[in-house]
């Protein structure tokens, strides 16, 4: 018996720094280190994620939100920190005060950090976004040389960065998407330098392109998913490994874990849950786990997925409901309440990952990692 809470969340802090040491190995000392820690750093909690990035070789931290970025001032005053989502006009000011860059793309928004600029005396340093071929957030090539323009007219803004981003690098092991979008932005990179418009940082490679093409490098990179030690997609891990290059160990960060709170004894011919979707066809022994969808655990899991429990599997009965799953343990002895159950994670030989949660819910690691309650309790292990 442990004294964990009910459900819990242990992160190897020892994967992180492997993750964090790969990366830099893969893209050299020259390269910034700008590991994604948006979305509560995946799921592994946003500052212990932050912390351990920085103390082991991160440059800068990529966020999506000003919030996010507020949060990891709280401990780390002075990372330089990339807010890639949007920030609010009204919002601009703070953004500025807890000294964060970020991507512009509106006029609006240079207006008011030109003028928070002036009062404050501070240079605000703004990164633009190319688009390339994702059309999400980002400027095509002409729009974003006026607007490169515009931004070297204000006097308190420092043009710093230009990026881009790929829509098609991980899903796919034909990149030439993803090549045609580098090329993009190659195109646009040399129109800018024509105009002799000079941005120092230049960055595009996701996970993905930062494993796989050390072209899309250029002097940072912004890993995310690779950081926890998933790969993006098997078609990543397969053009990895037919690419020749040297094996790479990314060690997984995230187990999830909970207890039994119960376990019962029920008839053959019993139904098991909301809808009777299960009904058992011999005596069976059912544990009752405190845990659902309200925690992040999919309701797709509901009849497909397994557990662990002393090591063995033990499969889902019927469906996830809000607070409470049930699991089959008749074949697993010596069951008993408040035994450890692993959700995500390994448990003696048998493990499960990520990606095999992904595969149940139809969807992909970073969502079965990202989903999981952020006010579950994250352990340090
Ligand atoms: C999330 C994100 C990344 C990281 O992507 P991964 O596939 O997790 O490495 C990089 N850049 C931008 C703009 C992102 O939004």
């Not at 994620?49 to 919030?67: M, T």
């Not at 494993?211 to 990179?221: A, D, G, P, Q, R």
């Not at 343990?329 to 450890?340: G, R």
């Amino acid at each position: 018996m442990n004294k964990h809470p009910l459900t819990w969340v242990e992160i190897s802090e020892n994967a992180l720094k492997n993750n964090v040491s790969l990366l830099r190995s893969i893209v050299g000392e020259h390269v910034l280190l700008a590991p994604c820690v948006k979305g509560n750093a995946y799921g592994h909690d946003l500052l212990t994620c932050a912390k351990i990035f920085a103390d082991f070789g991160a440059d800068w931290l990529c966020v999506n939100a000003l919030f996010e970025a507020k949060k990891i001032r709280t401990i780390l005053k002075d990372i330089p920190i990339l807010v890639l989502g949007y920030i609010q006009l009204h919002e601009l000011q703070e953004a500025v005060e807890n000294n964060v860059k970020l991507v512009v793309y509106n006029t609006e928004t240079l207006e008011q950090l030109e003028k928070i600029g002036a009062t404050t005396g501070k240079e605000i340093d703004v990164h633009v976004k190319a688009e390339t071929g994702n059309n999400r957030q980002g400027l095509k090539k002409d729009e974003l040389v006026t607007f490169c323009k515009e931004v070297k007219k204000k006097k308190h803004l420092r043009l710093e960065g230009i990026y881009t981003h790929f829509a098609n690098i991980e899903d796919t092991t034909d990149h030439s998407y993803a090549m045609q979008q580098l090329q993009t932005f190659h195109d646009i990179l040399l129109e800018l330098e024509n105009k002799g418009i000079v941005i120092p940082i230049k960055h595009c490679a996701n996970s993905a392109a930062t494993l796989l093409f050390s072209e899309t490098h250029f002097n940072m990179v912004r890993p995310g998913i690779a950081s926890y030690g998933l790969w993006p997609s098997n078609e990543t891990y397969v053009s990895y490994l037919s690419s020749g290059k040297s094996p790479l160990m990314l060690s997984p960060a995230l187990a999830w874990k909970t207890k039994i709170a119960q376990v019962k004894e029920i008839d053959a011919g019993q139904f098991i849950g909301y809808g009777c979707t299960y009904k058992t066809t011999h005596q069976t022994r059912l544990a009752i786990l405190p845990i659902g969808y309200y925690d992040g655990y999919d309701r797709k899991l509901s009849n497909q997925a397994y557990v662990l429990i002393h090591g063995k599997r033990a499969p889902i009965r019927g469906r996830v409901c809000m607070n409470i799953v049930m699991v089959d343990v008749t074949d697993i002895p010596d069951v008993h309440i408040e035994d450890e159950v692993v959700l995500l994670g390994s448990s003696g030989s048998e493990r499960i990952t990520a990606e095999q949660l992904g595969n149940w819910t139809g969807s992909i690691n970073y969502e079965d990692v990202t989903r999981i309650r952020e006010s579950i309790l994250r352990i340090s292990v």
